[in-house]
């Protein structure tokens, strides 16, 4: 078992038992091996609280905690319905960048420009057009990243994992007023096989690399299972729920 297969099965294992704390400490040592490893700047990683079915409290604790530890952090919700919760006078104090991610309809494209100030999962055209046409209607400009299936999995959502279809959504995405492309994103292959988790998260580094745009610069990728091979393959952002807040309640 080598160092990284080690520190996630120590973290699998104590994340029912350690406290908010432990798992920060955990996941945080996690990230640091992993961008010593690629030469990186731990503290370049912006950690994405998954917040959903979380409340103010928990996600009010994590902020905190991971801030105090000198890191970036930002809430991503795919619930719209959840949203109030972020409207807790404490966190609106602590003024957390909000994300939008996972799989978003076009009749939640209001919901969302009026939540988010980054909208990950951008992967079909007629999103970009909703999303432009609710920033137009609300007077805002939002930042999107464009959600990439590099694993190529049927059950995933994104634009095909080659330069054109990627170069495509940017094109389209620059021809709005609203809105701005800051980055891709995608989903890791779900698999065990280590070399397909990591082909499917490095292909997404080499089409920003093949873009050459100097905007479009985050990756968003990595949760919990894949977290080290995302930040080694140059994650920028990576998503995280139960790793920092614990399982969720049944």
Same mark, same amino acid.
């Given at each position: 078992m080598d160092d990284r297969t080690a520190m996630r099965a120590h973290d699998g294992a104590g994340q029912g038992g350690q406290g908010l704390e432990g798992r920060i400490d955990a996941i945080l040592a996690r990230i640091d091996a992993a961008a010593e490893r690629a030469g990186r700047a731990p503290a370049d990683v912006t950690i994405l609280l998954a917040t959903k079915t979380r409340t103010a409290d +928990?996600?009010? !604790?994590?902020?905190?905690a991971l801030r105090e530890r *000198? #890191?970036?952090?930002? @809430? *991503? +919700?795919? #619930?719209?319905?959840?949203? !109030?919760?972020?409207?807790?006078? #404490?966190l609106l104090a602590l003024d957390i960048p909000r994300h939008v991610i996972g799989r978003l309809q076009t009749n939640k494209a209001k919901d969302? @420009?009026?939540?988010?100030? @980054?909208?990950?999962? @951008?992967d079909r055209d007629d999103l970009i057009e909703a999303l432009e046409r609710r920033c137009a209607l609300a007077d805002v400009q939002r930042d999107v990243m464009v959600q990439v299936n590099t694993s190529g999995e049927e059950s995933k959502a994104g634009y095909a994992p080659d330069i054109e279809a990627v170069r495509g959504a940017l094109e389209r995405i620059r021809a709005t007023e609203r809105l701005r492309?800051? *980055?891709?994103?995608?989903? *890791? !292959?779900?698999? !065990? +096989? +280590?070399?397909a988790v990591r082909a499917s998260l490095s292909r997404l580094r080499e089409l920003r690399d093949e873009l050459g745009e100097v905007e479009v610069r985050e990756l968003s990728m990595g949760m919990s299972g894949d977290l080290e091979i995302a930040v080694e393959e140059g994650a920028t952002i990576v998503r995280l729920g139960s790793a920092v807040f614990g399982p969720r309640e049944a």
């Open positions: +928990e996600i009010l !604790a994590a902020v905190t *000198g #890191r970036r952090v930002a @809430v *991503g +919700e795919n #619930r719209m319905q959840e949203a !109030a919760k972020h409207e807790d006078p #404490r969302a @420009v009026a939540f988010a100030s @980054v909208i990950h999962s @951008v492309c800051i *980055g891709l994103m995608t989903i *890791g !292959a779900n698999t !065990a +096989e +280590e070399t």
